[in-house]
């Protein structure tokens, strides 16, 4: 993708939430290198015709359209074609003719749309971490050495660091974790926080789901799982580590003890940014810290008492099989029931463990069997939560 070649192709997945825009500002920021020729969103209709003018983007896919919402998006002009339904987004996915396709929607609804950009052989600048979790080895295994790259901060560390010497020569991942808004409360403080409580996110500003996952630290449980499956390690060797400024996005420690670490503003463009431009580096989208401005930077180990879906995230990596894709489902399912003040907070873990307990793990063999298994767990989960509400 240098000076003199042809702009890459960018289609963007999930593009009207928090990760979909800000990849939309490194696209502007770097026109020269980034042409946006496809834009898929949920149920944002609005939010994708602002950005389809924006970018004069013809190709467009709405999860989930209306008939008023369909006839809008129709009348935007007639050269703009827009298809909608969940298919309709995985066909743009493959069909885009992207050579990176951002992969921003939130949950497993990603599994199938990252499987049609993998196929499609374009590069796949990863945000979502729940299809690598529900379905990592049909994800990985559908990919080509180097095709998805990481847009995680962490994993886009972990990554970087790995510029530095090879998987095979990991002996350990230090994930890093900012603690969430919650880091040093009890079981009882944290079960009397409300979603608005946690939505006042200090570091990021990110959509609501994962907001909630980094307050409950189901994320970095999340995190840990993505880790495994896009770095070829086991979960043992991924450690978590406390680090509230969330200025080290995560660190490589090599075989011979040696550790590489990434450090940077706390700002998701950077690392969507280098989804793109890898193994280029251009111009920064956000200004870097002065280091000598920064203060200390400090270090802790998480609190599994208070934060029990960091240890069940953990469990189900270690059980494996179909196991983080009933952990995830229930999760999604116990997130947006707190999210919409059905449960406490420290509900969700227990919404997460009883579907855990009610899942006999096997070998993931087909997407068919994932999607079962989660279909299922999401049943389960809502009566868990039905059952709690009451
Ligand atoms: P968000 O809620 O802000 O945005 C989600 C986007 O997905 C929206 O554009 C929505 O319209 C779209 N969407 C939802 N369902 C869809 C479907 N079925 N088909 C197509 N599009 C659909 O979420 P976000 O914070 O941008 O996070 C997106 C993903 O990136 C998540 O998996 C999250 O874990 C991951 N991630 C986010 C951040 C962050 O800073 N926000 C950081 C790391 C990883
Ligand atoms: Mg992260």
Redesign the pocket.
């Known amino acids: 993708m240098g000076e003199t070649s042809r702009r890459a192709r960018v289609c963007i ?8 825009r800000q990849a939309l500002d490194v696209c502007a920021q770097h026109a020269e290198h980034l042409e946006v020729v496809g834009l ?5 209709a609005k939010g994708l015709m602002d950005a389809a003018r924006r970018f004069d983007v013809r190709n467009l896919a709405l ?1 989930e359209g209306s008939p008023e919402t369909r006839a809008q998006v129709c009348a935007l002009d007639a050269a703009t074609s827009c298809e909608f339904g ?1 298919r309709a ?1 995985e066909e743009l996915a493959g069909n885009s003719g992207a050579d990176v396709v951002v992969v ?4 497993a ?2 599994i199938a749309p990252t499987l049609a950009a993998l196929k499609s052989g374009a590069r796949v600048a990863l ?4 299809c690598l979790v529900a379905a990592g080895s049909l994800v990985t295994a559908a990919a080509a050495p180097g095709q998805i790259i990481p ?3 962490e994993h886009s560390a972990i990554f970087q660091c790995l510029q530095a010497g090879r998987e095979d020569e990991i002996s350990r991942i230090w994930l890093t974790c900012s603690g969430g808004p919650f880091r040093g409360y009890t079981r009882d403080e944290l079960s009397r926080v409300s979603a608005a409580d946690a939505l006042r996110h200090p570091t ?1 500003n ?5 907001t909630i996952d980094s307050a409950d630290l189901m994320n970095k449980g999340l995190e840990v799982i993505e880790a495994t499956w896009l770095f070829g390690v086991a979960a043992s060797k991924v450690a978590v580590l406390v680090h509230p400024q969330s200025l080290i996005h995560s660190m490589v420690e090599f075989e011979d003890g040696e550790t590489i670490a990434q450090l940077g503003a706390p700002d ?1 463009r950077g690392a969507i940014q280098y989804a793109m431009s890898y193994p280029e580096r251009w111009e920064a989208p956000a200004p870097s810290p002065d280091w000598r401005e920064m203060g200390p930077l400090t270090f802790d180990a998480p609190d599994l008492d208070t934060f029990r879906c960091l240890g069940l995230a953990m469990e189900a990596a270690h059980v494996g099989g179909t196991m983080p894709a009933a952990m995830n489902a229930a999760n999604e399912i116990a997130n947006a029931a707190f999210r919409a003040a059905r449960i406490r907070m420290t509900e969700i873990d227990e919404v997460v463990e009883v579907v855990m307990d009610a899942t006999s793990p096997a070998t993931v063999e087909s997407l068919e069997q994932i999607f079962e298994v989660d279909a299922r767990a999401r049943r389960a989960a809502e009566a868990c939560v039905e059952e709690l509400a009451r």
């Open positions: 997945l999930g593009a009207t939430g928090s990760i979909g898929a969103a949920g149920s944002d999860a969940a987004v921003a929607i939130v949950g609804a990603a945000a979502n971490k729940e847009v995680d901060s990021w990110m959509g609501p789901k994962i998701m």
